[in-house]
Structure formats: C-alpha cells, structure tokens
C-alpha cells in the first residue's frame, strides 16, 4: 500500500523565494497534518484539514505560510516569501476516523533550507 | 503545562537487553490515546504501539511493549532485545478525544542508542 508521499524530499532555496511543498495522503483518509520539526521547538502542528477543510490553523507561524487542500488526495503547504528561520524539516501524515487507535501515518518530510 | 513529557534526552542500551523509554502524560480527559513513534537517522516517523486509555490491557506489538500506569499518567515504552536498528529518536504522543480532534501532541523524544 502507497503510504503519505511528500515532495520534494529536498529544497534548497534562497531567502525571499516562494516554497511549496506537496502532500499526497493515504487514500480514504480524512484527516492531513502539516507538521514542522526543529531542534529548537521539537514537533509543531502547523495546521490539519479534516475532508479538505482546515479546522485548525494555530500553528502557523505568520502570514508567509498557507496551506490548501484542493481535494482528497493533494495539500500544499506554501511559503512566500522565504526566511532562513523557517529552514526546518516539514512533515505530512493523514490519518482516518473511526477506529480509535488510528495512528498518523507520515510521509519521509522534506528537508527546507533557506540560505 | 507540558502535556507529554519525556525526560530522558538520550538513553544507552547494550545490545540484546530491554530498555524502557519514560513518558509521562497530563489530561483531564478521561478518554485518550497514547501513541508511540520511531524516528531513525533517516528522518521518517514510524508508528510503533498504541494504547487507549480504557484498555484494560498493557499494548505489545512485537518486541515493543507499553507500560500503561493510569493512575500515574505514565506510558512507558519497553524495548525487548535490544538490536542496533533501533538506535533512533522515540516520540511519545498523545490524543485526547474531549475536542473531536485528532491532533497528536507529541513530547520532546529520547535519544536511544544501542550498543554492540
């Protein structure tokens, strides 16, 4: 089974620079998580869609960060412009309702690097 | 408050032994669910164990087993021989049911490394 793909693996960008990072979820799963993992702060939830609605986007950090979830199976977490802070490795994982125990499945991340 | 804490920055474990990764949790919802991950050197978060909070049962899967203390808000992940693949960061984390949600909140990992 396809498990959460995430692209690119790797970006290498300069400041100022747009950034978009994609997501394809588990097939039938309604829920998808953006996360961000740093040294410094650990595991953040940026934001999660449930049925492609964003319930929860406290996480995000500023107004340079969006996020969309056009359909069931494709997000996009974007970036303008770019900042060397937000150098991080970014993660997506769905999960589904019902069974409880469900865990999130994450994609492999993405490795940001904002010279 | 931390909802997960996990104390241990970084653990050693001798090839072939047990070794228990501590973490400690703080709801007030009686129904919850703790989970726990693996991350190696390579980078990806893999599901290792769940445990609910009205299982009456401790969790195993596998050589991976939970020492599930209610009363004490603890969720202990048990290593049974230890080999040198497990060497990785460990992530408790945990959800609560209360809001409808399923956001994990996660803890700030343990370092494990396994000895030959």
């Known amino acids: 089974d396809a498990g959460v793909i995430q692209s690119p693996r790797h970006e290498v960008t300069e400041m100022g620079q747009e950034v978009t990072l994609r997501c394809k979820p588990i097939s039938g799963h309604d829920y998808l998580f953006w996360y961000r993992q740093t040294m410094m702060r650990g595991l953040e939830l940026l934001i999660y869609f449930n049925n492609n609605v964003p319930i929860d986007d406290s996480g995000m950090p500023e107004d340079r960060f969006s996020a969309k979830m056009p359909n069931a199976s494709f997000s996009t977490l974007k970036i303008q412009p770019s900042e060397p802070r937000d150098s991080a490795v970014y993660f997506c994982a769905s999960s589904s309702t019902g069974e409880e125990g469900q865990p999130q499945h994450f994609g492999d991340g993405t490795r940001l690097s904002i010279l | 408050a931390q909802k997960i804490t996990q104390t241990q920055p970084g653990m050693f474990v001798q090839e072939k032994e047990a070794v228990t990764l501590d973490c400690t949790y703080d709801?007030?919802?009686?129904?919850?669910?703790l989970f726990w991950y693996k991350q190696p050197s390579s980078g990806e978060m893999i599901f290792l164990i769940y445990?609910?909070?009205?299982?009456?049962q401790n969790a195993t899967e596998g050589r991976y087993s939970l020492n599930f203390q209610k009363a004490r808000k603890s969720a202990n992940l048990v290593i049974s021989a230890s080999q040198l693949g497990d060497s990785a960061m460990y992530f408790c984390?945990?959800?609560?049911?209360?809001?409808?949600?399923?956001?994990?909140?996660f803890g700030s990992g343990t370092r494990l490394l396994v000895r030959p």
């Open positions: 984390a945990m959800r609560e049911a209360e809001d409808s949600s399923y956001k994990l909140i």
């Open positions: 709801t007030s919802d009686p129904s919850y669910g």
């Open positions: 445990q609910g909070s009205y299982d009456q």
